[in-house]
């Protein structure tokens, strides 16, 4: 098969090697790719939202499969644009209907309040119901949530809790962010916002794989690290870490995800005539005190993503020993239920390198070095054989005019690890964030340590 995977960072590098990975792989492209996707494929100077270039691309090179990454051409119809074109590559996600679980919080929220799967109570504003949404916001206590409806790059979201010395109380400042929001903070992704109960718990990430006939596979499941700072504090970033399996989600955990999330999830797609053909993210909370009918150590949804998450599709796909496009095979045909998905039973933990001034104001083009050292694996490696060694996912990188390694963004490259059980795992990731070196270089040393209570 020719495959075309459309993404640039990280998440998009572990799919690219782990596609190539495949025998029936005959040639991978990657649009637009970065300095580490060139290793697994050719990149290819389209950007994902340029459907018509994609498109024609496809059609000069027989492309038998476009594997979609990032969430924005997904919301944006990508799938729907190639079902409406003849002998046209089977696309791996969602319609554009289907995306709205990502694209609209509203649209999340009824999906769940419809199909009775669990999640915080909410109710949905415009700026011409403000009046009407700080009566809701005084129905609930600190710390309140508030949502952009829209995509905002990560950063719609705002928990104001009670801050000690603060003059001012959190209902108060919520009702102050809230008017910002609903006044444009976030552009047109907060001219609706989604208003909901906290959630008070832990957190972590499961991935499903559907082929749109009610069929579904559990992949790894994984847990994220968004703070910048150690211990989980200062401002969020993109993810600064990840690990996978997590202890909590165990299997009396797992099969209430399963029975009260994933199987509602999956009929729901089906009751309500979305076509979804692709990765289900389940942003979920372990619930650590009672809240509505749910009761703590239960699973709640926080949200829904319609593609895999970035970090950690660096650590799932490392744990998938199957071959990845024979089970995307299955999700386009609608056969999924016709393969089989093992698991590496090791630990994979994944540390993040950072531009200095994360996920603030940061410079690009700094020089990058240490990426050939022994140490790491070059090329295209499966699992099995990279018990010593670490895995260099790319993410902000770029090649300068010299041919040199350089960043081109906040998040840089991930160093992703193997071992039997965390604490092995993080080590051997430190030390080869050690022997990367780039101007301002930044990375968090906890990743997972969260987890060693468990």
Aim: charged fraction near 25%.
């Amino acid at each position: 098969m020719k495959v075309l995977l459309l993404g640039s960072g990280g998440r998009e590098c572990a799919i690219a090697w782990k596609l190539a990975q495949s025998p029936k792989c005959n040639q991978l492209f990657i649009a637009p790719g970065n300095a580490g996707t060139s290793a697994y494929g050719q990149n290819v100077p389209i950007k994902v939202n340029e459907f018509d270039k994609i498109a024609l691309f496809s059609k000069e090179q027989k492309i038998d499969m476009i594997v979609v990454g990032p969430e924005d051409p997904l919301v944006n119809g990508i799938a729907d644009f190639f079902a409406a074109l003849p002998d046209a590559p089977k696309v791996i996600g969602p319609s554009k209907a289907a995306a709205q679980l990502e694209g609209s919080k509203d649209f999340a929220k009824g999906f769940m309040s419809r199909h009775g799967i669990p999640t915080a109570r909410y109710q949905s504003f415009t700026a011409a119901q403000y009046d009407d949404a700080c009566r809701f916001l005084e129905t609930l206590q600190a710390p309140y949530v508030l949502k952009a409806d829209g995509l905002a790059a990560g950063k719609g979201v705002l928990i104001i809790a009670e801050e000690e010395g603060n003059p001012k109380s959190a209902l108060t400042r919520a009702k102050e962010e809230l008017k910002e929001m609903l006044n444009g903070m976030f552009g047109a992704a907060s001219a609706t916002v989604v208003i909901e109960e906290f959630m008070s718990g832990i957190e972590c990430s499961v991935f499903v794989l559907t082929d749109g006939e009610g069929h579904y596979k559990i992949l790894p499941v994984a847990k994220d690290y968004k703070r910048i700072g150690e211990g989980d504090t200062g401002p969020n970033t993109g993810g600064m870490g990840n690990c996978s399996p997590v202890p909590f989600a165990d299997d009396v955990f797992m099969q209430k995800v399963e029975e009260r999330i994933v199987k509602p999830t999956i009929a729901g797609l089906k009751a309500d005539n979305l076509k979804y053909k692709g990765f289900i993210f389940l942003g979920l909370i372990r619930m650590d005190r009672d809240i509505q009918q749910y009761h703590a150590g239960d699973p709640m949804v926080i949200e829904y993503n319609v593609r895999m998450g970035d970090p950690e599709t660096e650590v799932v796909m490392p744990r998938i020993q199957s071959d990845l496009l024979d089970l995307l095979e299955g999700v386009a045909d609608g056969t999924l239920d016709q393969k089989t998905l093992v698991e590496d039973p090791r630990t994979a933990v994944t540390v993040v390198l950072v531009s200095g001034g994360y996920p603030g104001a940061y410079e690009k083009g700094k020089v990058m070095s240490g990426l050939d050292h022994p140490l790491f694996t070059q090329g295209v490696v499966a699992p099995a054989e990279n018990a010593e060694k670490s895995i260099l996912f790319h993410a902000g990188t770029a090649l300068n005019a010299q041919g040199e390694t350089v960043t081109a963004g906040g998040r840089v490259i991930c160093v992703t690890s193997y071992g039997n059980d965390r604490n092995e795992a993080l080590a051997q990731s430190m030390r080869g964030a050690e022997l990367i070196q780039f101007d301002g270089k930044y990375y968090r040393h906890d990743i997972g340590q969260d987890l060693n209570k468990f």
